[in-house]
């Protein structure tokens, strides 16, 4: 049974760069059985955290059964099947001063915090809010937030990521701008709360 031909012409998941596709194939070049080896790109933080990436080389042919397996002129990328909504428009790019470096318009998925409430009238106001008003405030900082949940008393639960991740001013940002966006915008909200570890901030690349 001979394969799909549209099996055989899949849409790329992430784009490539001629940049990065050059040092991609130098660096897997260098590697012993390089003509083997396909450049695995997985996510490896979790959820309601800044994404980061591990980039590897490993034999493509022993992908697994749940991974994506795209050729980028002659490079085998492979990507784990969890992550690969979550890259989806991203794009891989190399400079200079940067290295490897990958720009995801995704946001990461938010974390499951037991007895949150996410799924309300009031949660629905929040999302309304932090999508037309919060984030693209914060946009131009390059940082982005993430509700979470509530608790029911009118405390809001959320995470901080992109530029805001880290910062030192970023506990500053969230009590003060966020927390003062939301009071007034939705009946019931008091309060925010950010469960971002600030201590794990760093820009998401690959160096």
Not at 9 to 20: C, D, F, G, H, L
Not at 42 to 53: H, K, L, M, N, T
Not at 158 to 172: A, E, N, R
């Amino acid at each position: 049974m001979t394969a799909s031909p549209l099996a055989a012409v899949s849409e790329p998941i992430i784009e490539i760069t001629p940049e990065a596709l050059a040092e991609l194939k130098s660096l897997r070049d260098d590697e012993a059985d390089g003509e083997l080896l396909g450049l695995r790109l997985e996510i490896v933080s979790g959820p309601g955290e800044d994404f980061r990436y591990d980039l590897s080389f490993d034999e493509y042919l022993k992908a697994g059964f749940h991974d994506e397996v795209r050729t980028h002129d002659g490079l085998k990328v492979i990507i784990p099947g969890k992550d690969v909504e979550l890259l989806q428009g991203a794009t891989l790019d190399h400079t200079a001063t940067q290295g490897l470096v990958i720009r995801n318009p995704n946001r990461p998925p938010a974390p499951h915090v037991e007895g949150l409430v996410h799924d309300d009238e009031m949660s629905a106001q929040i999302e309304a809010v932090v999508a037309g008003e919060v984030n693209p405030a914060l946009a131009a900082h390059g940082g982005f937030v993430t509700y979470v949940g509530h608790d029911g008393e009118g405390v809001v639960y959320m995470t901080m990521g992109g530029g805001c991740h880290g910062c030192s001013m970023s506990k500053m940002t969230m009590l003060e701008g966020v927390q003062t966006m939301l009071v007034e915008a939705v009946p019931g909200v008091q309060k925010v709360r950010d469960l971002t570890d600030h201590a794990t901030g760093e820009n998401p690349y690959y160096r």
